[in-house]
């Protein structure tokens, strides 16, 4: 049976004439349609309208094989796991009891005294829950102390073995760094020669994510750091297949799903390139640990987090990833508390358990359109390696990476400003009636490796933040004119503005009379005001409205929409600078920033 028998066959050529056609009678006038309908990543990588089996970039092999795009193992599922900064056993307890499979372990100054390792791993059997230490200068006493505690284990001579018995049964990885000076190396060789489930070396590339870095730059500094730590591994004595064995990467997961499928999958196939480079074709298959992205999270309105998070685990898991940590959803705001803790974790166990995600390993493979994704942005994420490479290396080149992600969080930033990039509950669909969360101080926040950390709602949430510590909330007027059919559109864009900001808005309600709506403006309080209709009803009121309004004492009159009216000062659209909208309305407000 072939699945499109009955239809009539369509080109690609059918599809652009059928496309031209709609966007003609949108008044877009275009000689392909490809060249309207496709964007540009900040990597450059062009996702297109419409991908067919000619995107098809090559064979991708097969999952558990090189170059391992399809997966480092043929094996679905990941490991549940879960980040702990706080000496709390009971905490660590619960989530192993409920779902999680792993641990986390933030250990040193601000997270768990190294002293207490034992305490918090008291009941835990270490051949069954995995341990990831994250402890940065105290990464070789935080080793230490693991190694006496699977010490303390190993049974008496003649007794039998049981639950975390023996110097083998440790799993996990060290989170060190032979490049960075966290003892790498003499662990590595003592993990290679002692603990065959436990890996040495982490290479994180999730702060030049949280810096505001794109996908290809986090990839390629990775790589770019896996490598440093391959020549430093080798050069300490390890074989290459050893050294490749020490090593686990990881990566940031986003609420860009089909972004983060690509991300984790052109991974493999750059480290699988390295592998195949440095003679070991067969060791390639990266170990990768995803992380939700800590940029993305809101501290406004955060219970959209969880919808966030979930959409990146699910990436996280297409994707391939062998281990996935979901941040719960105040991260931002403090330390966790149990019920985000419990989401959190059950977010990982309804997409494993009852989705049953987990069963099927590398969905998305033969997707042209996740295929073509994934090679451009492997190739992208190869070139910007190769400059670091031939700048000296990682660490040679903090200079040039710095810089290049500078570049992309500024545009970043203009696209955040101006809406292009939207960010539920901020940016767009604010709630200014939300109850803030609180949560106490969090003491251990992730390690930027000297990088700035950002997040993407932060410049919105910091106005309304001034907004909310007024004794009296800002106001601006929407002095709407005409029947409601005629201003609620734009009426409900300019509030929805305002509100991004922290601003209250009060209507006139439908009406033409100027004088009408200058004496609603008069009685709210407000001395801005924005004119809401339509264009037909600017043609006949605006400039009356806006002379009125400044008569009785509005400073800044905004109108909703284009056009040029005496009166008017300045306008709003789709796509304007909405920061700078805000932060002029501020002034005008006389709100300190």
Not at 204 to 224: F, K, N, Q, R, V
Not at 276 to 300: D, L, Y
Not at 526 to 532: E, K, M
Request: aromatic share 6%; glycine share 12%; proline share 6%.
């Amino acid at each position: 049976m072939e699945l499109a028998a009955g239809f009539a066959s369509i080109s690609r050529d059918d599809w652009r004439a059928l496309a031209a056609e709609v966007l003609r009678k949108s008044g877009i006038e275009a000689g392909s349609p490809e060249e309207v309908l496709s964007r540009a990543t900040y990597d450059g990588v062009t996702v297109a309208p419409l991908y067919d089996a000619g995107d098809l970039p090559g064979d991708p092999g097969l999952p558990g094989a090189a170059p391992y795009v399809r997966g480092a193992r043929a094996a679905g599922g990941w490991d549940v796991r879960q980040r702990h900064a706080v000496a709390d056993p009971e905490a660590v307890l619960a989530d192993l009891e409920n779902g999680v499979t792993s641990l986390w372990l933030v250990v040193g100054d601000g997270a768990i005294p190294v002293g207490e390792l034992g305490a918090v791993l008291k009941d835990v059997y270490l051949d069954l829950a995995p341990v990831v230490l994250e402890a940065g200068e105290r990464t070789p006493e935080a080793a230490d102390a693991l190694f006496a505690l699977a010490a303390a284990r190993r049974p008496e001579p003649g007794a039998p073995a049981g639950p975390g018995a023996g110097e083998g049964a440790l799993r996990g990885n060290l989170g060190a760094s032979a490049v960075l000076g966290t003892g790498g190396t003499e662990l590595a060789l003592r993990c290679a020669a002692e603990y065959p489930g436990l890996r040495a070396v982490t290479v994180d590339a999730t702060p030049y994510h949280d810096a505001g870095g794109s996908d290809a730059e986090e990839l390629a500094c990775s790589i770019a750091q896996g490598v440093a730590e391959l020549r430093a591994l080798t050069g300490g004595g390890l074989s290459v297949e050893q050294a490749l064995g020490q090593i686990e990467f990881r990566y940031a997961a986003t609420a860009d799903q089909f972004a983060t499928i690509a991300k984790l999958r052109a991974a493999r196939r750059l480290w699988a390139r390295v592998a195949e480079v440095c003679g070991a074709p067969g060791a390639g298959g990266q170990r990768q640990h995803a992380v939700t992205s800590s940029a993305m999270m809101t501290a406004r309105d955060p219970w959209v987090n969880m919808l966030r998070t979930t959409i990146a685990c699910f990436a996280a898991g297409v994707g391939g990833a062998q281990a996935v940590t979901v941040q719960p959803f105040d991260a931002c705001l403090g330390l966790p508390d149990a019920f985000s803790r419990r989401i959190a974790r059950n977010t990982q166990s309804l997409l494993l358990e009852e989705s049953g995600l987990g069963r099927v390993i590398d969905p998305a493979g033969g997707s042209w359109y996740v295929e073509r994704r994934t090679a451009d942005l492997a190739a992208a994420a190869w070139a910007f390696f190769q400059e670091i490479e031939a700048g000296g290396g990682i660490v040679a080149a903090a200079e040039l990476v710095s810089g290049r992600i500078a570049a992309t969080r500024e545009r970043r930033d203009d696209d955040i400003a101006h809406r292009r990039f939207p960010i539920t509950g901020v940016s767009e669909f604010p709630d200014l009636g939300e109850k803030p969360v609180r949560r106490r101080p969090a003491q251990a926040p992730r390690d930027s490796g000297g990088l700035p950390r950002v997040r993407y709602a932060e410049p919105f949430e910091r106005l309304r933040d001034l907004a909310d510590a007024r004794p009296e909330r800002p106001k601006v007027f929407l002095a709407t004119i005409g029947p409601l059919a005629a201003h609620t559109a734009r009426a409900a864009f300019a509030a929805n503005l305002f509100h991004a900001g922290g601003l209250a808005t009060e209507t006139a309600g439908p009406g033409t009379d100027p004088e009408q709506i200058a004496t609603a403006f008069a009685v709210s309080g407000a001395t801005v005001a924005c004119l809401c209709s339509s264009d037909k009803l600017y043609a006949q009121h605006a400039t009356a409205v806006a002379k009125a309004l400044r008569r009785a004492g509005a400073r800044k009159v905004w109108l909703a929409g284009k056009g040029h009216y005496e009166g008017v000062d300045a306008l709003l659209h789709a796509g304007c600078d909405a920061l700078a909208v805000l932060r002029e309305t501020f002034d005008d407000l006389e709100v300190t920033r």
